[in-house]
């Protein structure tokens, strides 16, 4: 028995340390890294579910190819023979471009580049712009402060007011609980912003409970509130704050009683708020990814960010805009979300002009050439890309397609040839994060599994079968041996000579240009050295007020048919799409559900357990009904990740439409119906 | 004394089921009740109430009831570490030690047919390791130390007001409320009684054997006492001796190991379940003697008799812990001497009898559970039609059906009414 160092790649704030034993060749077992300062004791459910994940019977070992609707077994030689005919095929016969080579969060680390040479060796492709996650809420942040950073994940300590806007911890970032709960120890206080009543709230002080979508309208009441009051923080303001004055005489007119009505608190409530925050330093605030999802996302976090510019809750222990730390992320030319855009001057051999928001409406549209053929990588789109109907009608409208995965998800279902991908134990790699300051490998522990082969060496296999020069597959893609990787990994490592990978194979480093606390020198790196609370780029850019300021959602007026908010937040039982298939997750989560609330049940004689029908004009889904008496009316929540194979994907209900900033996506802003499905 | 204890701060849990996932790659899949499990309070939220978790295995107890009670002694404490062991190589599946446990650690296997439960992970304590859940717990709620640790503090901070020197030291809530919320927001919830389903370990439903096996076996003590079967003939013994062996047969059948039936009676020290099945045993060996092989003193076979009723008693002491009356009308004994006077012909005795289970009966119906009223009603009726038609004795097989039929009635309602410690229940209606 051998036990490793190793850090946990999924798409999670977290980015835990751990410890991996192995066992002749087998992974068995998984122990806390406390070397890693935010993540200490241990890694989350789904963390430990690794011994499961990498382990599953469930697990693709070996090339399939879908023969009359069933997938079969085949050699490598054949499924990469077929997959550089099909390449040269479509390359020759309609141009590079005619391919789709579409990626996802599931796996992070610095060899991901190699794929994007692969396809620039290829002749170029056609690639997204924009990503589904949090680019709305980094633009904003970076338009305003220059740049996204937050103090160190341990700071929250220091706090004597947490505020918790739109995110669950005790689900999404757990450890974060930790640092929460020692500033509650010391005194502080705890208040969350959230229609549900999550797990993270029950030691909290004070819930405010909006209409979501409506934060910005509430935050900016409060700063009114806090204006008034005269609680704010003049001395900041007058050295660092650009368009402070503009902002004041723009909140004044705001009418507190009409704002109280738009978003559901009342003025009571919103006083209290206010109160806490007025009276109450330092103050962190940590905003989550959730309401950023919405058509007004980046202006609504540019209203909450108002609050932490006015108050002067910026740069000092326990004061801090606690949105995303990119400072680990040393190894990014360019950082995001600006990575994300589409680029000015096109280069003629990435063709990006589908949004990965509206990935279905745009692959079916896109022309000249059409897409024929699509290979998808570390992701499932059909699963996890909004009006997912369309999605998959884009999928199966394509001549031919390659997916690389771990499991049968909804997206490799759809696949021609599936080729099996590597879990995150058979090849080592490096990663950074966006919660916690550390640079981590990611090691390989144990040899690929069955006939698994890493994602690299079946790129170099494909590049050697299509004919491409030697010379330039060696530039381009590493030789497939453990050596070659770490030669690959070093070389990446040569701008930093403190960090290496034997250093890194004994636990996590902490990134060289840590700023422990995020703009204590007081440098932000915008247009005018300021934090720009008025921002001309915004305008310019996005079109958007250079204050920021309330705009309705557009699914969620009033006039909509459709009454109910489809919330789909994050689970702890779940990474996206990722870990439901596991059998050691259905025993905590068996069944997918909904939840709603126990008055707008009662008056749809809709009881606990009951199925219902959830619809909207994009689509439907039956799922059944939990009953959330602290759920505020008027909403329904369907976390995000089930599959269509569960019957429950919520992205069937959900449009692809951007954010107003950022190219992010705003599948949040979805209203829908439910009711009792007739019995047939 | 320094002891192993497990420290659950309820502060900190937000109820992640990391533990759960952590004693399965420890000690392997359980399926399909695992040995951990994270209890909530308050599951609907209700917006005034507080929402607590609890993550609980086997705290491993000075006094074990698990250990006390089993049948077959399968548990055994490890002295080194305090952990309670449970050896499946000994173990019958008779399920009883799930009925004993306040914290429902012991959970039964359906596949294996035998009970498995929480080790303490006495493996890695050996060496000098938390147990898994313990030592993977991504937020420090749940601990493990060995520390000073007393009965007072024990028994504080037990989730289920018990008192068996359990393992488990509970930091409480330094705020015993939920978040403050708007509550005029849920206005229109105010009036709506949530029905949650009442969770219940024993049901007659579930445990009709049981029900069928203390009946059968009751009737057939009272008839051998009553001194009937002095007048039975060979075809009389026989059918006699055929349902001794259905209802032996039914209890084995309830075993999830029948092959090891023989292991039951070996704590007759301490389980009321082994001297059952001992007494058992016994006095229909004694019938078996009597009709087939020599004569034994009637007083002794009566005495194995009454032993045997009153065992059964006793076993079901652990299921009434909440009853306000612990006497109830369907106890096997009052059944006894019920049927025995009947049979024996004692008719001042029979009235007198069932004139004092009818009124436990009805006290309780009124007083403390409200059952189906018609039913209630007809079970209080039955007895009384039954006496009034003894006056004429060709009525004497119906009379003899109608009280039977009371029986079951009211037995069928002492299993509905049993009910053992439990944190599913304990634990959700704290906050009630």
Known sequence: ????????????????????????????????QPLNKATPQGICLKGLSYVERVNSPQRILHPLKKINGEFKQISWEAALSEISEKLQYFKEKYSPQSVLFYYASGMSGLLNSVSTNFWK????????????????????TRLSLGENKHNIPWDVENAKLILVWGKNPAESNIQQMIPIEKAQQNGAKLVFVDPRRTASAERADLLIQPIPGTDGILALSIAKILIEKNQIDKEFIDKYVLGYDAFKEFVLKININEASIECGVSVEFINKLANFIGTTKPMTLIPGYGMQRYTNG????????????????????????????????????????????????????????????????????????????????????VTQNPDSNKVKEAFRKLEYCVVVDQFLTDTAQEADIVLPAKTMFEQSDIISSYWNPYIQLRQKVIEPIGEVKPETEVYYLLAKKMGFPDSEIDKNIPYPSDEATEKWLNNQLKPWPDITLEKLKKGPILTPVLQEIAFSDYKFNTPSGKIELFSETAHKKWGVNPLPNYEKTIDGNKENKFPFNLMSPNTKNRIHSQFGNLESIKLIDPKPFASINLGDAHAKGIKEGDFIKVFNDRGELTINVKIDASLRPGNIVIVNGYWHEEGSCPNILSKGRETDM???TAFHDNMVDYEKPNIK | MRKNVFIFDQNKCVGCHACVVACINENGFQSPDQWRNVHSSNNPHLPQLPLLYLSLACNHCDDAPCLKNCPSLAYSRDEKTGAVIHDPKKCIGCKY????CPYDAPKFNLKSGIIEKCTFCNHRIEDELKPACANLCPVGALDFENIEFNREESVESSPVPVNIGSNLKTVKLRKETGPEMDLEIFKNQTKIDIQTKKHNKITAQKEWPLIVFTL???????LYTSGITKIFNSTHKHIFTGFIIISAALSILHLGKKLRTWRSIINIKNSWLSREIGFFALFFASVFCNFYLFNLPDLLVACF???????????????????????????????????????????????FIISFRLTIYVYRKIVITKNDLILSSLRAILPIIAIIMLYNSQYYILSLILIALGEVIDRIEFYNELNVPDPKIEFESQNK
């Open chain 1, 662 to 664: 950022g190219h992010g």
């Open chain 2, 216 to 222: 059968l076996t009751t009737g057939l003590v009272s």
């Open chain 1, 298 to 381: 980046g202006q609504t976090t540019r209203c909450l960010l108002a609050l932490s510019i006015i108050t002067g809750n910026i740069g000092k222990p326990g004061a801090c805009w606690h949105y995303a730390d990119l400072q680990s992320d040393i190894f990014s030319e360019i950082k995001e979300p600006v990575n994300y855009f589409p680029p000015e001057k096109p280069d003629g051999i990435f063709r990006r002009e589908i949004a990965t928001a509206r990935l279905g409406e745009d692959m079916l549209q896109i022309s000249d050439p059409d897409l024929k053929m699509a290979w998808v990588e570390r992701g499932n789109p």
């Open chain 2, 305 to 351: 008799g009454l032993l045997y009723l009153f065992s059964i008693d006793m076993l079901y002491r652990i299921a009434t812990w909440r009853w306000e009356l612990k006497i109830h009308s369907a106890q096997t004994i009052l059944i006894g001497i019920s049927l025995f006077a009947f049979f024996i012909g004692w008719y001042y005795l029979l009235v």
């Open chain 2, 97 to 100: 030690c799930t009925w004993a």
């Open chain 1, 1 to 32: 028995m051998k036990a490793h160092n190793t850090a946990c790649p999924r798409n999670c704030y977290s980015t835990c340390s751990f410890k991996v034993w192995t066992d002749n060749g087998k992974v068995i077992k998984i122990d806390p």
């Open chain 1, 121 to 140: 060796l290829y002749g170029g492709a056609t690639t997204v712009y924009g990503n589904l996650c949090w680019p709305a809420g980094l633009e904003a």
